[in-house]
């Protein structure tokens, strides 16, 4: 007996695959408006008929569960129609269907919809809604079919277990919503290849949930491994695996392991730079990135030939960095951090000519001036350029806090440099506020403490000194390893400066023993005594002297060592 009209429509609807077997000719735009419109009274009359037309054309269990399942989850016309053909669909199941059969599964997801209803019917319910809560027997037990099936149709396991993922979050289940996921993702991968597209859409669309919104860095991590070694097996595509590592290298910033995001940016720089050097500014952005963490770790000179390079490839097109900072401005700021001004002076000129009114362009030509005797004009540019931090809107707004807070450390070091402490103090307060709020882990901004610290000690309040010593250490321990040459300079910067302006402070002996035995830790793990290992020994030299004459002055005093104690 042959299907009617109304099923095989029906059928062609549910089963896009049918739909490539046969030419249909396809409506012009006006008879597409008016099928939209007739589309609910069309889908309800068609409603009204898919039993009958099942049950006559005898089509088979299967293809009438198909019909079934795709009726109850898109009627237009009758909200209640939904649980009406899903309970049909389930009666369809199990009457013809084994019960090993992981085409069930179909009916009893379909089952679940229209019990759970559209999700605008459940915002406003009290948690858990009752109509979510009803829906997980009917997700379990779909759940339980495809896993009982031989063999493993791992793409319908995967997206079952989504949904009933979906559902427990709902509920507020979250520790076995996310364990839901993780076996969606696990049996995804367990499908490789056939399931690649769908693993790389699905991680795609957590991690960014997951990082934008609940901030679970370390979650998400186990993520992006998954989804480039999904990558590396499958399709080995050198352009999306450079994107893969870039995304990876920020995620573990953003967790403080920086050496391994240092790592995986390298990854993204080499595999872009060979499959995908058509794109230049893709290219030079990863290398103003890798630049940028260089620079947050001390490895200063590193981040210039990173810049140098991005340079080289921009060549004379204008390109910024992710922060709205022309490159010639941030190498020009990175050749002044190591005193190389005259390298420095025509990058920032060119920049300020090319665009005078850029505030990072401004704050990086006022420090220059302030280096190389020109305070009154470097003031002038620095207050010029907070005014326009402050008046910025739209992208520019999003990261005012950040160049405020570089203009204040620069303002602030200014102040100091002419003995006007309360106006410093009041900059370099601020500026820290501004750090923080915006990139508390970036650790270029070190400088506000010590300066503000400073400014304390010329007004004679040394507990309030002390105190951002501390921040500066703790932030570095809490970022580094001990033997970190940034965690070590900032221990033997607080020292110095505690032994130095405050007597041989107590506190101090602390800093020195922490600075030296983690520059007896960087020593320790040299693999090659180099050019580099040397020098980095040659400045460890005046530290141990260092603390070799604060222990002898201890000792001349009586002091007991053992019972000192870091400032809170």
Known sequence: MRASPVLALL???????????QAYPVPDAAAQRALQ????SVVGALEERVIADCEA???????????LAWAAGESWSRREARTDYAERAVTLAETHLAADDPRRATAYIAMARAVEGP????????KPCPAIVSAQPWLDKAKSVLEAATPRDHLALALAYRELGGNLYAQGKRVEGDALTDRMLDTLVAGLPDTYARLRREIDDLIYNIETTGQQYARAEAMHRMRIA???????EGATLAGDYAAFGRNLARQGMFEAAGQALDNAIALSTVHASDDFEFVVSLLVERSVLAEAVGETERAIALMQRAMELAGDRTVEDGLGLPLRVRLGRLLEQVGRSDEAQPLLVEAYIADPDNIETLSTLAQHLAKNGAPEKAETLYRGALAKAD?????DAAFADLSRAYLRMGLGRLLLEQGRIEEAEAELSQGIVEWQRMVPWHTAFLDLRFLLAEA??????????????????????????S???????TDRRAATMMDERLGLHPAAWTYYARAASGAKNRIDSYTSFDNEAQRELRGYRPLFLQQVGAAWRYSERGVDRRAVRIHP
């Open 57 to 67: 054309a005898a089509l088979g269990s299967a293809a009438c569960l198909e019909v």
């Open 11 to 21: 059928l062609l609807i549910a089963s896009p695959s049918m739909a490539q077997e």
């Open 391 to 395: 008046a910025a809107t739209g992208f």
């Open 230 to 236: 999904a990558t590396e097996a499958v399709s080995g």
């Open 483 to 489: 033997a970190n040459p940034l965690r070590i300079d």
């Open 456 to 481: 304390k000690l010329r007004l004679k309040r040394p507990e309030d000194a002390l105190s951002q010593l501390a921040a500066a250490s703790a932030q570095t321990s809490g970022m580094f390893g």
């Open 37 to 40: 419109r007739q589309l609910p």
């Open 119 to 126: 999700t605008s019917d459940n915002l406003d319910c009290e």
